[in-house]
């Protein structure tokens, strides 16, 4: 699908390719051949394109004029990426400072137009096919030097160069055997699209005359030629016209499909899934939100979350807790109807009583935008508030947070605050309405440990003051059970156990209680090697009917590999 | 909130500090772009007098060709300065072009200097209309087709927009132009083919050179919006339900400006070449069609002067687009390594 067009350019380059070869054999005496009694004419049923000053056959020129417009194309492209490889790769084997000069250079010249440039070279080599060449071969230099620069600095880096630096080999030598190497491809593939440029810039110099002269021709000097004649008979000018952009388009398609295809991976198509049966079962009347069997699956069958089932009480924190891939993030998602296309959320029951506010990470205001902006933007749209009010507004939230200055933190850029005062700002946006759930997608993560303590204590304090109920969800089971009320612990799209914070230490579930050891405390055997879960997560789409833990499972059964265990009594394990 | 013991967070001269810093990153970096400008101008400038003498032989004769009396060459070698030591010629040469006299042509004698300043205006025009037209319709054009295929749907949007501005990158505005010319004013007759007269001159150039830049410029916006679109700031403008125009407008569109711009400034310094192409066709009365003569004539002062003129442009439209991007982006005084 996605390859159609690198196809089609594929196919109009192979046809190009051709034509340069069997052109002049086949047309070549017919493109020079001179007939007094056919001058400067049009169309006709002879000569389809008409005929030129000298009588030759329009449309037999531009068949043999391929051949000497791709050779000179290829010609500047090779001096180009040979010039500009070399150029690149000098800063890696230069001192310091010849390095800055070299890299400044072509800094410089890579925004400098390739005509420009070919015109200079024309002015000092005079017209002609070779000044031009030379001319579009140093326009295209700059772009390769710049692309091969950017590639070596990208594997300079990699293991193998650090390993080959650390054993003495010499700059130059690690150059030319590791680096160019391991860089070569992205440069081949940049060819195609060079030898486009080349050829069209080429065709535009012969084009103003200032490119390939008589007796020579190419497709711009048949265009230079047969363009004061397009108010007469724009056929002649047709012919070459149509070669010129249909190579630019040819190489250009290759080009784009080549770059495509090293960078995008393949796109499966969408899965049809059935829906959960929908359990009829009582609301429960004292839940701020409510979900039955609520199921996130994306095309391909891969599925994140499968039939998870929750309730979060008015001015409870539960935090939700698992490793990262386990589906926490996306069941929030779910909730506050943000999951991404092309997923497709299903679920027997989504209640939420009230207004939701969702946190995220500091790191989610949007850097372009002044902090009280962005806040304010909440009352305009949603609460009908004037500018004023709601700048008033965001500013008192901002204060309420405890920003030191919100009048003129408000005023501020994100990138002006600290980390912990961004999430803050974060969560003073939730608290522009009134809430009755909080949705904390991990909005402690970035922060260090001391700004974190106050967020997790500010965000006590907001659910004291508001009697909103929050779901703060993240990879850490030391930050949740110090946070939380209760404590649900998700793995592989499910929830395998919930439980009081405070009961933490008495879980039940082997996963859930892995996740406890692996925390060193005070009380850890010292004599023992720190614990860590063996093993990792399964993948969305390879979960399969047992029990998704048991491949890491210590207690796992043969009944574990085969069954799923059902979540009984708040937790789902045969063996708990 | 009534919790006395909470932590003051972050002092407020912390902040203070670091937007004081910005502010000077900030100024250091104008300083720096002016400074890298300053030297690509006197590098142009030596370039373009080394070009006379890179010439194989000897530029007067060979504009003048091997029939010219040797009094003749020997008047103009002496008034183009070619008899005094090299260094001293490049002095008189920084000067004279410091105070815009570039000499006098071989062919008409009227001074370099009057030739720019009577056909800039011009080109300049076509340049600037050009780039605001394809600013305003490739920008939007490329937002629209990344929220319309965001996340892979509008299949069909998706390969249409790659296909046609492909398409219409890869075609050069030499061949829009004459494709204009046929169609809008031999066969239908519809607006002038050549000349600068009444507004109605201008549409076909203009748009002959627009094409191709907004093209281009629509797939950057396109492939920056998309990326803007999985950012973090936009989950948490989506959670705030903004509308959607509201969320496109005014949170991702300024994210977007400043990368498509620094691509997108690139592609101007090209439309400035793609101009004298454009001029040829339309004989427009701009320097593009005098720089053509003036290298096919071998009338070395006025190629040395214009060629001159069409650098410093570009160097000047790289220096304003840098500019522009460190007023329009809050954070890239940050971002400047």
């Known amino acids: ?576 | 909130m009534a919790s006395p013991v909470i932590v003051p967070p972050a002092a407020p001269k912390a902040a203070r500090a670091t937007r004081g810093a910005a502010r000077r990153a900030g100024g250091r970096r104008l300083l720096r772009h002016l400074l890298r400008l300053l030297i690509s101008l006197a590098v142009l400038l030596v370039a373009s007098f080394a070009m006379l003498h890179l010439i194989p032989g000897d530029p007067v004769r060979a504009a003048l060709g091997p029939a010219a009396p040797v009094e003749l060459v020997e008047a103009r070698r002496a008034a183009l300065g070619l008899d005094r030591p090299w260094l001293e010629q490049l002095a008189a040469y920084a000067g004279n072009a410091l105070t815009g006299e570039f000499g006098t042509s071989f062919i008409s004698g009227q001074p370099v200097g009057e030739v720019i300043a009577a056909r800039l205006p011009s080109t300049l025009t076509l340049a600037l209309l050009a780039t605001a037209l394809s600013l305003v319709v490739a920008v939007p054009l490329g937002m629209w087709a990344a929220i319309r295929t965001e996340n892979g749907r509008n299949r069909g949007t998706d390969t249409a927009f790659g296909a046609l501005t492909g398409s219409a990158v890869a075609v050069p505005e030499f061949l829009y132009s004459i494709g204009l010319v046929s169609l809008f004013s031999i066969a239908l007759g519809w607006l002038p083919p050549a000349g600068k007269s009444g507004p109605e001159s201008y549409i076909l150039p203009v748009l002959a050179l627009a094409i191709g830049p907004a093209a281009m410029i629509a797939r950057l916006a396109r492939a920056q919006t998309a990326r803007e679109l999985s950012a973090d700031y936009v989950r948490l403008a989506r959670a705030k339900r903004l509308p959607a125009l509201r969320l496109h407008l005014r949170h991702v569109l300024p994210n977007t400006l400043t990368a498509t711009l620094t691509t997108g400034g690139l592609l101007l310094t090209a439309l400035i070449a793609g101009s004298v192409l454009v001029e040829y066709v339309f004989a427009w009365p701009g320097l593009g069609a005098r720089i053509v003569e003036s290298i096919t004539l071998k009338d070395y002062p006025v190629a040395q002067g214009v060629i001159l003129v069409y650098g410093v442009a570009v160097l000047v439209v790289n220096f304003l687009v840098d500019f522009l991007i460190a007023l329009l982006d809050p954070t890239s005084t940050l971002k400047e390594s």
Not at chain 1, 252 to 278: Q, S, T, W, Y
Not at chain 1, 371 to 384: D, K, P
């Open chain 1, 1 to 576: 699908m996605r390859n159609r067009s690198g196809l089609a350019g594929l196919v109009i380059v192979a046809a190009l390719a051709v034509l340069a070869v069997v052109g002049p054999l086949v047309w070549g005496a017919e493109a020079e051949r001179m007939d007094s009694t056919a001058i400067l004419q049009g169309a006709s049923a002879a000569h389809p394109l008409g005929t030129d000053n000298l009588g030759r056959d329009i449309l037999a020129r531009v068949l043999v004029a391929g051949q000497f417009s791709l050779a000179l194309a290829l010609a500047a492209t090779l001096i180009g990426a040979v010039v500009g490889t070399v150029l690149g790769a000098l800063p890696a084997v230069l001192p310091r400072r010849g390095a800055r000069l070299v890299t400044g250079t072509v800094n410089a010249l890579v925004a400098f137009p390739g005509l420009l440039l070919a015109m200079f070279v024309a002015v000092v080599t005079g017209l002609g096919a070779k000044g031009a060449v030379l001319g579009i071969g140093a326009a295209v230099a700059p772009g390769f030097a710049r692309l091969t620069q950017t590639l070596a600095a990208s594997v300079a880096g990699a293991d193998y160069v650090s390993a080959a630096r650390m054993l003495g080999v010499p700059r130059h030598r690690i150059l030319v055997r590791h680096v160019l190497p391991n860089i070569a491809e992205p440069l081949i593939l940049n060819l195609s699209q060079a030898m486009g440029a080349s050829l069209l810039a080429l065709s535009g110099m012969s084009f103003l005359g200032l490119g390939v002269q008589p007796p020579d021709f190419d497709w711009g000097r048949l265009l230079f030629d047969g363009f004061p004649r397009i108010y007469v008979s724009p056929e002649v000018a047709l012919g070459p016209a149509v070669f010129i952009a249909l190579a630019g388009i040819g190489f250009n398609l290759i080009g784009d499909a080549l770059v495509k295809a090293a960078r995008r991976a393949a796109v499966l198509a969408p899965e049809k899934v059935a829906a959960p049966p929908a359990a009829e079962q009582e609301r429960d009347p004292h839940a701020v939100l409510e979900v039955r069997d609520l199921t996130v699956t994306f095309p391909g069958g891969v599925t994140p979350v499968r039939g998870l089932s929750l309730a979060v009480a008015p001015g409870e924190i539960v935090g939700l807790v698992g490793e990262s891939g386990s589906g926490k993030s996306l069941t929030a998602a779910a909730i506050g109807g943000l999951v991404p296309y092309p997923g497709v959320v299903t679920s027997a029951r989504l209640d939420l009583d009230g207004e939701l506010a969702m946190v995220f990470q500091e790191a989610a205001l949007n850097p372009a935008l002044k902090v009280g902006g962005q806040l304010a933007e909440v009352a305009t749209v949603h609460q009908g508030a004037t500018r004023a009010e709601a700048w008033a507004k965001a500013v008192d939230r901002l204060g309420h947070v405890r920003l030191p200055d919100p009048a003129r933190n408000a005023r501020q850029h994100p990138h002006e605050l600290s980390g912990g005062m961004r999430q803050r700002a974060v969560i003073a946006m939730g608290l522009m309405g009134r809430p009755r759930l909080i949705i904390a997608d991990e909005p402690t993560t970035a922060l260090d440990v001391t700004v974190q303590r106050q967020i997790l204590k500010l965000l006590r304090e907001v659910v004291e003051e508001t009697g909103a109920a929050v779901l703060f969800i993240s990879h850490d089971i030391a930050v949740v059970g110090e946070l939380c009320d209760r404590v649900v612990v998700m793995y592989a799209g499910r929830v395998v156990e919930q439980l009081p914070a405070d009961q933490l230490k008495a879980a039940r579930h082997p996963y859930t209680r892995a996740l406890i050891d692996s925390l060193p405390d005070m009380s850890t055997d010292r004599s023992r090697p720190l614990a860590s879960i063996p093993g990792r997560q399964p993948a969305p789409e390879a979960v399969g009917d047992g029990c998704a833990f048991a491949p890491r499972c210590p207690l796992a059964t043969a009944r574990c590999q085969a069954e799923r265990p059902p979540l009984v009594d708040d937790v789902a394990c045969w063996e708990a």
